[in-house]
């Protein structure tokens, strides 16, 4: 087995538009979430998500571009630009032939759905662009990003909910690990804030009108949020033998599924996926100092979630900080724990916690230490990262300080 | 209590629990009735729709939800109360 590094990484989301300005705004406990602008929001009973508001799409891309690339591809491609360039990597030759894109995706190319829905249902037009189904595509970020820049291996997208982009950088790192590919670009994209995505949300009656409140007894639920993380996980033996700088190593991963119910989580899942992460890494519970969490501040989720942790850490569950980043920049469904990765990398490099924003009152039933409101300096040299989907699907993955 | 109204969330109610209408009664919790979180908010949008109202509710406060979830009855003023308000 090979050893996985992190050589890049790329980031547009509420927070920030690249990786140095989300950072900071994560150690600062930044609230990225904010009014939502779209049209018909005023049919909406939500009207708060972490959206990007000053996404200047026609200054970034052409006019052939911009018929071809839904706001999900948009945010991708600027994310893959920003780690692919930090990388170093130029694919050409062998290293084109074996590298190639793993991206996580829930919605897909929602907005360009809604809008064309809205044309020939409620505008009675019977015509539509003739890209709307290349534009949709959930694929459709995977395949420009293997075109722009040459990547001919394996490509494709995942799509589980809440833990698509916590799949796809595990089938990357396993990728690289086991020798199929020497440099994977993964990680995950989403954009579904336009009227039709957010409505659909609604109907569950999961979503907080007012604020993300990860592990705060005061929790209301979600919000929403969009836009992309990607990352470059290349051969920790072909990244030293160029001396590229290495952000974190990836040492192991675990997916495991409930099979139990379609929205309600169970903790027997998700603790299976934590220890199966930390047995694929071959450490030790103990070894662990931060956990990103899935914390998605549902009732639901939260509780779970830390009965889980505490399973599957035991005691040592009271030693470590747990966190939700999605308290800031909310929930990015499928592009969520790549944008997450980022706090990771941030705990591991820098030394600093994200924190749990908005925290107001503990929970006896989530009592941990949620590193409430402010960021905190640690050392730590072991981190996971959660992600527990609707359908009961879970991916957690486990990172090291750079070797 | 309206006898329309009541019947039409018993109807509603015995949907969810698979049972003949007859056999929910008003004092009976949906709980009692074997309906879920997820029975709930489909009760809940069948109401909406019915009865052309919006109900307060948010899954992750039911208890804290202004809109009252105890029993059967419960539910029939609770609805009643928001036709008034929603209708006037």
Redesign the interface.
Known sequence: MRRVVITGAGTVNALGLDVPSTLKAMAEGKNGISELQFRDVDRLSIKIGGQIHDWDAEGRFNRQQMALYDRFTQFTLVAAQQAISQSGLEFVGDLALRSGVVLGTSGGGLTTQDDNYRMVYEEGKNRVHPFVVPKLMNNAATSHVSMEYNLKGPCFTVATACASSNHAMGQAFNMVRHGVATAMVTGGSESMLCFGGVKAWEGLRVMSKDACRPFSLTRNGMVQGEGAAVFVFEDYDHAKARGAEILAEVIGFAMTSDASDIVMPSKQGAARAISGAIQDARINASDIGYINAHGTGTAANDKTECAAVADALGAHADNIMISSTKSMHGHLIGGTGAVELLACIMALRDGIIAPTINYEEPDPECALDVVPNEARDAKVDVVISNAFAFGGLNAVLALRKAP | MSQDVKEKIIEIIAEQAVLDPADVSLDQSLEDLGID??GL?ES??AIEETFDI?VP?????PEQSEFDISSVAAIVSAVEALIADQKA
């Open positions: 979180s997820l908010v809940i949008f919006t509710f948010n899954a992750n406060e």
